[in-house]
């Protein structure tokens, strides 16, 4: 489901502090799930979706992760050159443990997200 509105843009971009914040404080776990959050929100922007992509690989060069950051390599990759194209797997959480083509439900966190943004209630 596409959203393009300040209110969405507001939630990817507190996602994206939260993960920082998490960062700093150790809590590696939070700060991936924020930054998901942030992917799976800002998924049809071609600048959130690089952004998330790209903070996923900072992360996981930090944590020395090979193999999220290489996923992450190919993901920044197919952001740029394919989220214009709208070839998006609805849902994904966009690490590199699930199938960058893998369409996933929504979480009920993102479903009453998405719910009140629609309702034009924002956060």
Same mark, same amino acid.
């Given at each position: ?6 209110? #969405? ?22 700060? /991936?799930?924020? #930054?998901?959050? *942030?992917?799976? #929100?800002?998924? !049809?922007?071609? /600048? !959130? ?23 992450? #390599?190919?993901?920044?990759?197919? *952001? ?15 690490? *590199?443990?699930?199938? *960058?083509?893998?369409?996933?439900? /929504? ?17």
């Amino acid at each position: 489901m596409k959203h393009s509105n300040h209110r #969405l843009s507001d939630l990817i971009v507190n996602a994206f502090n939260q993960a920082s914040a998490a960062q700093q404080c150790g809590d590696i776990e939070l700060a /991936y799930k924020r #930054l998901e959050m *942030a992917h799976i #929100l800002g998924q !049809y922007s071609t /600048y !959130y979706h690089t952004k998330a992509h790209i903070s996923m690989l900072r992360l996981a060069i930090k944590q020395r992760d090979v193999k999220e950051g290489l996923g992450q #390599l190919m993901r920044i990759i197919g *952001a740029v050159s394919k989220t214009w194209l709208g070839w998006l797997p609805k849902g994904n959480t966009g690490r *590199a443990n699930v199938s *960058a083509f893998k369409p996933m439900p /929504y979480s009920k966190e993102i479903q009453a997200i998405l719910a009140r943004i629609e309702n034009g209630q924002g956060r």
